[in-house]
């Protein structure tokens, strides 16, 4: 069983901040992870993922994450929030090669000019 | 075509209709998701075809939930005597390969409105 919790449906912060929107997951198996974004009335958009290699991934537009199995975490950062950022990103979980993926429900960043 | 395709892309219905909504992969993607988002809530499975392998119905919430892919082609997902509860933004995403997750992409999804 595999489960996502997002802390913060909503967060905002100021243009050139830093963005940190958090992750955290349980696998009852080693875990694929997975950042996707939303942006209004477009369809989901992977940002990176995590698939057992290095535990620091790199994505799009500037984003990664790192992967800490001691503390079951997978939190998404940017150094500096950019205007264009703000969406809605979806942290996701499934099982090394399977097809099922269990979503969080989802944080809303906002980026205040 | 160069991304998944989802029609309608909004859909309002009376309760108590059937409505399908269509789902059309990117060429060659032997596997196709169906998920569903409501409001304030992460993506739920729904659904998934491989090639043509039975597919994982696990997700469906009801009986008055189908879907139907030929193939590797089009699917459509039907919903029989809609519910408010029914309300939401339904995704389809396709993959090359039953490896899958990491592999989808998703299309823009179609939002059901149930009043």
């Known amino acids: 069983a595999q489960s996502v919790t997002q802390l913060g449906s909503h967060v905002s912060v100021s243009e050139g901040a830093l963005v940190l929107l958090r992750c955290n997951y349980s696998s009852s198996v080693p875990p694929y992870l997975f950042w996707y974004v939303q942006y209004p009335n477009q369809g989901l958009q992977l940002l990176l993922k995590?698939?057992?290699?290095?535990?620091l991934v790199k994505g799009i537009n500037g984003f990664e994450a790192e992967f800490k199995k001691s503390e079951t975490s997978f939190h998404l950062t940017k150094p500096s929030a950019h205007m264009s950022d703000a969406a809605e990103y979806f942290c996701a979980v499934s099982g090394a090669g399977s097809y099922q993926l269990t979503f969080g429900k989802g944080t809303k960043l906002s980026v205040i000019p | 075509g160069a991304g998944v395709s989802q029609s309608p892309s909004n859909k309002v219905t009376e309760k108590g209709k059937d409505v399908e909504l269509r789902c059309d992969p990117i060429?060659?993607?032997?596997?196709l998701y169906w998920y569903r988002q409501r409001l304030g809530q992460g993506l739920e499975f729904l659904i998934y075809f491989q090639g043509n392998s039975a597919p994982d119905k696990s997700g469906l919430p009801s009986d008055r939930f189908s879907a139907e892919r030929t193939g590797e082609s089009v699917s459509t997902l039907t919903i029989q005597r809609t519910q408010q509860e029914d309300s939401a933004v339904y995704l389809c995403a396709s993959s090359l390969s039953r490896q899958g997750a990491e592999k989808a992409f998703f299309g823009q999804g179609t939002r059901l409105t149930v009043v």
């Open positions: 995590y698939t057992s290699a290095a535990t």
């Open positions: 060429s060659g993607h032997t596997a």
